[in-house]
């Protein structure tokens, strides 16, 4: 049988992500440490368990509505509200599983064949990918550190052409940790009326933001006629395995994207939903007391984290938002890979490439610091061996 014959052409040119190979190997070694998984080391607070529990044994097994359960799409507008003042109405909300529904649900959505869509590189794997699934073009649009992996004005509009319909604002990104503040939001609005682009952000990061509160672009004047913002559960309230997020859009983009949700997905697993909904609500009731903890936690464990890179002599850039470091390596080595994979074979510490976030960061490495203070010493500790045996 020529299996080749079979799979779909665009899938099968989509190379697998370069972060599962370095999982893959790590999970082969005794004593490795890895600072390469991009999730929280929080086990969902009780509160929200406890709820999905409780639905479950009531015997609350069916499905919900397609775009999710009223109570929790009520709440989801009240949390738009309240943190980012976001005002998206009910039937402009649909449940999803995590944001990465929501990425691919946003593309299917708006993307025509041979559209450009235009994605800040480096940024989350998933993008390009997903892209070329929709049958889009991906147009990257190089950041760099100096400044600050931040997508400026200059930049978006020479990467824009006229093919380019979409751009993907991942803020706080991932894998950089850069965010943008308002003024630089408000920059670029303008480049983006002018190339008439409709904007999917992805704001999954959002309350991980540290020092300034992160501001969602469909909050600016004019710009939430023309965004898709994406959120979820699964990074501030340390909720990945529940597979539960949202999507907001205008209207007459969430009916068409209600449509492809419910023939593919039906709807988010309910038993998720009650432990969100029980999320929103505690959150609401104590002033995300939970999320403040997580958020205090991950802001000491990235300074600590940039202060042991910088020890080490490479150059790490303060992140502003999410959980990861992306130092500089090519003082050491020749590319992000070969540093990555030497590490892990020499120290048994795993990082991912820059390379598996797009052109950008080939000689960065992405290290996660959503692990404790405890294994983050350990895991660096080798790393400066590592360095200074190949001085
Ligand atoms: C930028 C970004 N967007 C989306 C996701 C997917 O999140 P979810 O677990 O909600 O699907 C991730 C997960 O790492 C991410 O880093």
Not at 91 to 105: F, K, M, Q, R
Not at 179 to 203: G, N, Q, R, T
Not at 252 to 263: G, N, R
Request: aromatic share 10%.
């Amino acid at each position: 049988m020529n299996y080749d014959d079979f799979i779909n052409r665009t899938v099968a040119d989509i190379p697998p992500s370069g972060i599962r190979k370095f999982f893959d190997l790590v999970s082969t070694m005794d004593d490795a440490i890895s600072l390469g998984v991009g999730e929280p080391d929080f086990v969902t607070p009780w509160l929200y368990r406890d709820a999905a529990v409780k639905s479950v044994i009531s015997g609350r097994t069916g499905y919900t509505a397609n775009r999710g359960d009223a109570k929790l799409i009520v709440e989801i507008a009240k949390y738009n509200r309240d943190r980012f003042g976001l005002d998206y109405a009910e039937n402009e909300t649909i449940v999803t599983v995590g944001a990465s529904e929501g990425i691919d649900l946003a593309l299917r959505t708006l993307v025509s064949p041979g559209d450009g869509v235009l994605v800040p590189d480096p940024s989350y794997v998933s993008y390009m990918p997903n892209v070329r699934i929709a049958g889009g073009v991906v147009k990257p649009v190089r950041t760099d550190i100096s400044h600050k992996f931040k997508l400026t004005p200059e930049a978006l509009d020479e990467a824009a052409d006229k093919t380019c319909k979409i751009l993907i604002l991942p803020y706080p990104n991932n894998p950089t940790g850069a965010v943008l503040d308002k003024s630089e939001l408000e920059a670029l609005v303008p480049v983006i009326k002018k190339h008439d682009l409709f904007v999917i952000s992805d704001e999954i990061y959002a309350e991980l933001t540290y020092g300034a509160r992160h501001v969602s672009v469909a909050s600016l004047d004019g710009m939430k006629e023309r965004t898709v913002t994406l959120n979820g559960f699964s990074k501030a309230f340390a909720m990945t395995g529940w597979r539960i997020g949202w999507f907001c859009a205008p209207k007459p983009v969430c009916d068409a994207a209600l449509k492809v949700h419910q023939y593919t997905i039906m709807c988010a697993p309910t038993a998720s939903q009650e432990a969100a909904y029980a999320a929103l609500v505690d959150g609401r009731e104590t002033e995300y007391e939970q999320v403040e903890y997580m958020r205090d936690e991950y802001d000491r464990r990235r300074r600590f984290s940039v202060a042991m890179l910088t020890d080490m002599g490479l150059d790490c850039f303060m992140p502003g938002g999410a959980f990861y470091c992306f130092p500089d390596i090519k003082k050491v080595c020749g590319s992000g890979d070969e540093f990555a994979e030497r590490l892990l074979l020499a120290q048994k510490v795993a990082v991912v490439p820059g390379s598996a976030f797009g052109g950008g960061g080939m000689t960065n490495v992405r290290c996660t610091y959503a692990s404790s203070i405890k294994s983050l010493d350990a895991a660096f500790t080798r790393m400066k061996k590592f360095i200074e045996d190949n001085k």
